[in-house]
């Protein structure tokens, strides 16, 4: 009997343990055994592993965050800690490994199928999405619900107060979670890193002064992208009051974007992964993601998954950047320029 692994590694994101229960339940049911490793590529090394079984994998889905745990362990990136879990795998008789987890995950996951004979898969779990290779990532919608959601509280806040705000959200060097979240927000204003040209400091404060002078009594707000403006989203902030004579307020979401009960789209996705991860075990592969494309589950080589740049969708783009001159133009009564 085969005896597989799991672990989830880097940033946790809903859905994981959804993803977990996948796996579990489908290789018990081809006759196989599942060995978790806690605090991801740290956990092999270490030998942190917990034996999984379908009886444990009930009323996890619906909880955020790992029941493996995770951590960030760069020293994986050492030969000697690759042949290390090599070892541990091999002294538990594991002939293959499935890694959820980002971009860092899955440079782990090559490195190791470089210094281990057994197979290695790759399910794409991270709430940046940023993986080429597959539509979407586990955590993704969910994390962008929830930010939406927060959106949506200070959007009621600054319109009863009629303020601006600057509203950072996460997604590491990649703009999706800044373009859906800006979207599903109504956002009046957009910075995300893939924008070319990015807009100027004078060009958002003048946005902002002639929307306010058109409609002073109304909320303004403009979705950022975390790691972009140097200081971040309270540099921003003040800077813009200096701009624009109007105080404008910082609101840094962090890591409320990261927890919570994943959406039923992420249940739904981890699910689907999960399964398709075992499958393609069984199936003899190895050094492959399994990702989705307009709702088709593909194998990818997994070093395909982070040495290209996985472009924002540009009808997106063009949405938001159409809905915000729109949106001003209402205001301005432009509509007719
Ligand atoms: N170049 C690399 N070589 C080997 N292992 C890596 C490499 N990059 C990242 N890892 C491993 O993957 C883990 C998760 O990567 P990280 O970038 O933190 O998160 P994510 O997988 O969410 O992008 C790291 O902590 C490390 O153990
Ligand atoms: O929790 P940490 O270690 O501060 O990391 C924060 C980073 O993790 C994320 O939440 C998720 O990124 P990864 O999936 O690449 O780990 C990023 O959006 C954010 O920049």
Same mark, same amino acid.
């Given at each position: 009997?085969?005896?597989?692994? !799991?672990?989830?590694?880097?940033?946790?994101?809903?859905?994981?343990?959804?993803?977990?229960?996948?796996?579990?339940? @489908?290789?018990?049911?081809?006759?196989?055994?599942?060995?978790?490793?806690?605090?991801?590529?740290?956990?092999?090394?270490?030998?942190?592993?917990?034996?999984?079984?379908?009886?444990?994998?009930?009323?996890?889905?619906?909880?955020?965050?790992? %029941?493996?745990? #995770?951590?960030?362990?760069?020293?994986?990136?050492?030969? #000697?800690?690759?042949?290390?879990?090599?070892? !541990?795998?091999?002294?538990?008789?594991?002939?293959?490994?499935? !890694?959820?987890?980002?971009?860092?995950?899955?440079?782990?996951?090559?490195?190791?199928? =470089?210094?281990?004979?057994?197979?290695?898969?790759?399910?794409?779990?991270?709430?940046?999405?940023?993986?080429?290779?597959?539509? @979407?990532?586990?955590?993704?919608?969910?994390?962008?619900?929830?930010?939406?959601?927060?959106?949506?509280?200070?959007?009621?806040?600054?319109?009863?107060?009629?303020?601006?705000?600057?509203?950072?959200?996460?997604?590491?060097?990649?703009?999706?979670?800044?373009?859906?979240?800006?979207?599903?927000? #109504?956002?009046?204003?957009?910075?995300?890193?893939?924008?070319?040209?990015?807009?100027?400091?004078?060009?958002?404060? $003048?946005?902002?002064?002639?929307?306010?002078?058109?409609?002073?009594?109304?909320?303004?707000?403009?979705? !950022? #992208?975390?790691?972009?403006?140097?200081?971040?989203?309270? =540099?921003?902030?003040?800077?813009?009051?200096?701009? @624009?004579?109007?105080?404008?307020?910082?609101?840094?979401?962090?890591?409320?974007?990261?927890?919570?009960?994943?959406?039923?789209? $992420?249940?739904?996705?981890?699910?689907?992964?999960?399964?398709?991860?075992?499958?393609?075990? %069984?199936?003899?592969?190895?050094?492959?993601? %399994?990702?989705?494309?307009?709702?088709?589950?593909?194998?990818?080589?997994?070093?395909?998954?982070?040495?290209? $740049?996985?472009?924002?969708?540009?009808?997106?783009?063009?949405?938001?950047?159409?809905?915000? =001159?729109?949106?001003?133009?209402?205001?301005?009564?432009?509509?007719?320029?």
């Amino acid at each position: 009997m085969k005896k597989i692994a !799991v672990i989830t590694s880097g940033g946790d994101a809903p859905g994981m343990n959804a993803c977990i229960r996948a796996i579990v339940l @489908t290789a018990y049911q081809h006759g196989m055994e599942v060995i978790g490793f806690r605090h991801g590529f740290r956990g092999i090394v270490e030998d942190l592993n917990q034996p999984l079984h379908p009886n444990d994998m009930r009323l996890v889905s619906q909880r955020g965050g790992t %029941i493996l745990l #995770s951590s960030r362990y760069p020293e994986f990136k050492q030969v #000697s800690a690759a042949k290390a879990a090599a070892q !541990v795998l091999d002294a538990h008789g594991i002939g293959a490994l499935v !890694v959820i987890g980002g971009d860092g995950s899955f440079r782990g996951a090559h490195h190791l199928n =470089q210094h281990w004979y057994g197979q290695v898969i790759g399910v794409p779990g991270t709430i940046d999405n940023d993986l080429a290779g597959t539509d @979407t990532t586990i955590g993704f919608t969910t994390a962008v619900d929830t930010a939406m959601e927060a959106i949506d509280r200070i959007r009621e806040t600054a319109e009863a107060m009629a303020r601006v705000f600057v509203i950072e959200v996460m997604g590491r060097h990649a703009g999706f979670i800044g373009l859906h979240a800006a979207i599903a927000g #109504s956002a009046e204003g957009m910075l995300v890193p893939e924008l070319e040209p990015q807009p100027k400091l004078a060009e958002i404060a $003048d946005n902002i002064k002639r929307a306010r002078s058109a409609f002073p009594d109304s909320s303004y707000i403009v979705v !950022v #992208s975390e790691n972009l403006w140097p200081g971040g989203v309270s =540099q921003l902030a003040k800077e813009l009051t200096q701009a @624009t004579g109007t105080t404008c307020h910082a609101a840094p979401l962090g890591h409320i974007q990261r927890g919570g009960r994943p959406n039923a789209q $992420d249940r739904i996705l981890s699910m689907q992964l999960g399964q398709a991860a075992v499958h393609a075990i %069984i199936d003899g592969a190895s050094g492959h993601m %399994i990702g989705v494309e307009q709702g088709h589950v593909v194998e990818v080589p997994i070093h395909l998954t982070f040495e290209r $740049d996985k472009p924002l969708d540009l009808r997106l783009v063009n949405l938001q950047r159409g809905l915000q =001159q729109l949106n001003f133009a209402s205001k301005v009564g432009e509509e007719s320029a």
